[in-house]
């Protein structure tokens, strides 16, 4: 039983000390220190400085990316055709760490990396979404001008006469997440049409209609509970243009309202029209961390 606990039964009475194997607890340190620092050694040539553990540097391309100028994906690609410069200096290598105090340009202009804003507007009628329009019409913009003094921009659009959840965000990651069809960002809209719902129509939006630009069909549809037989709730994850009035003009009906009251899992829940909100941390979490929102 002794043996199985690990215990030394050799070590009985008629033993002397000669007789036991001591280490010196110095030889015992010192192994130990020599083991850690093994462990820990970084070879440098002669002459080479020292690396840098400085935790406040960040890749470039997330410099850029975290600035809004664009994603990482793309960043790489401004990095390689020569275009960004560090403290005057060209930087083509992918990988490039820069610290906080260095001075980042773009094309001789000079990038600051700013918050991250995330900001939901529940869309009225008659914006378009734009950044700016020549022709003088009223755009999304104007709604969240207040916002914050970061520039942002919208995820995505909505036409001129659709309301509903509108992101807008100057986390380009995040943009071309939230507006990639891999990712799937859900979008559930409110429709209503000029005339009843024929119910042998939900299987044309389930199945799938031939529009100029390709196939496109709804994840789920059904009539609005509370509502009239011409309301209908359609679920999508296209990112197509005027995609949902489209499909429903290709079935013959023509669309009087349209509505967007989900987006990526974002509701309009105590958002009123023409009002917009920043998302909160865990939300922007969810955004981040979630494959298919």
Do not use: W
């Not at 949902?244 to 990526?264: N, P, W």
Request: aromatic share 6%.
């Amino acid at each position: 039983m002794q043996k199985l606990l690990g215990m030394n039964t050799n070590n009985r009475k008629g033993k002397t000390d000669a007789d036991k194997k001591t280490v010196s607890p110095s030889k015992e340190v010192k192994a130990r220190d020599k083991r850690k620092y093994i462990d820990f050694k970084i070879k440098v040539k002669k002459g080479d400085p020292l690396p840098s553990f400085n935790e406040d540097e960040i890749r470039l391309n997330k410099y850029l990316s975290n600035a809004g100028v664009c994603s990482r994906r793309e960043a790489d690609v401004l990095i390689q055709t020569g275009v960004i410069t560090v403290n005057g200096k060209i930087i083509t290598e992918l990988g490039y760490k820069i610290a906080p105090t260095d001075v980042v340009q773009c094309n001789g202009e000079t990038i600051n990396a700013e918050k991250k804003r995330y900001v939901l507007l529940n869309k009225p009628k008659g914006f378009i979404t734009t950044m700016d329009d020549p022709q003088g019409r009223k755009t999304v913009m104007s709604l969240v001008r207040t916002a914050c003094r970061e520039r942002i921009y919208p995820v995505g659009r909505l036409d001129r006469e659709t309301t509903g959840l509108l992101l807008f965000t100057n986390d380009g990651d995040m943009a071309k997440k939230l507006t990639h069809p891999r990712y799937q960002a859900r979008k559930i809209y409110h429709v209503e049409v000029d005339k009843p719902f024929n119910t042998g129509d939900f299987d044309k939006l389930l199945n799938g209609l031939d529009l100029e630009d390709g196939k496109s069909k709804a994840d789920k549809a059904s009539f609005v509970e509370g509502g009239n037989s011409r309301e209908v709730g359609v679920e999508i994850h296209s990112g197509k243009n005027r995609v949902v009035r489209r499909m429903f003009e290709a079935m013959g009906y023509t669309v009087i309202k349209l509505d967007r009251v989900v987006f990526a899992g974002l509701t309009k829940k105590d958002l009123p029209r023409g009002m917009f909100r920043h998302l909160s941390e865990e939300e922007v979490s969810y955004l981040k961390m979630t494959k298919n929102v």
